[in-house]
């Protein structure tokens, strides 16, 4: 791994990195969309009523940005097992290509990723249905609404428009005006 593992977050590692990084940045993922398509039986929601995570989808013609992280080898371990440990319901490891904006230098950066062999995996739905399980859904980890605008206003803020996490936006502020 020549002395440093860069690892890219879409989802709420981009808000809540609780590991240490040694520098990080916003970048670009090509062939892959973010989608509200992966259960959240242990986090934003239960096993009896499950939250809406993100995941990634591969996706021809689509590109997702997120932040990477620069990880030191070091603690690369320790890491890569508290994710494992935070991202319980399973998702896989994956390697990718990522392209840092600040640079535009493309890097090799590790992913993960829910598909449909993973068992709580919840697919696509209805956009309506899936803001509306969104913002009926709690677990552990808090709201999935909350998640959900934390993932808005760190998009936000790195100056991306996803429009499928718009279109959810606007469908939660649809019903709450109503
Ligand atoms: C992410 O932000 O990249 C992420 C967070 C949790 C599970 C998988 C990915």
């Given amino acids: 791994m020549d002395g440093e593992c860069w690892l890219f977050g879409y989802g709420s590692l981009i808000w809540r990195p609780d590991f240490p990084y040694l520098e990080r940045g916003p970048a670009r993922l090509t062939g892959w969309k973010r989608r509200f398509w992966q259960g959240s039986p242990d986090h934003r929601g239960t096993p009896d009523a499950p939250g809406r995570v993100v995941t990634l989808l591969p996706a021809e013609g689509h590109a997702v940005t997120g932040m990477a992280y620069r990880l030191a080898e070091h603690d690369l371990a320790e890491i890569l097992g508290t994710l494992d440990h935070r991202e319980k319901a399973g998702y896989a490891q994956h390697r ?8 535009s230098r493309v890097q090799s950066a590790l992913i993960y990723v829910a598909d449909e062999t993973n068992a709580d995996f919840a697919g696509e739905a209805p ?48 019903r709450s005006a109503t």
């Fill in 96 to 103: 990718i290509s990522i392209e840092l904006r600040h640079t």
């Fill in 127 to 174: 956009l309506v249905e899936i803001a509306e399980q969104i913002m009926r859904c709690e677990g552990p980890s808090g709201r999935n609404l909350d998640y959900l605008q934390k993932l808005h206003v760190a998009l936000a803020e790195l100056d991306v428009h996803d429009s499928h996490v718009q279109a959810l936006m606007q469908l939660v502020a649809d």
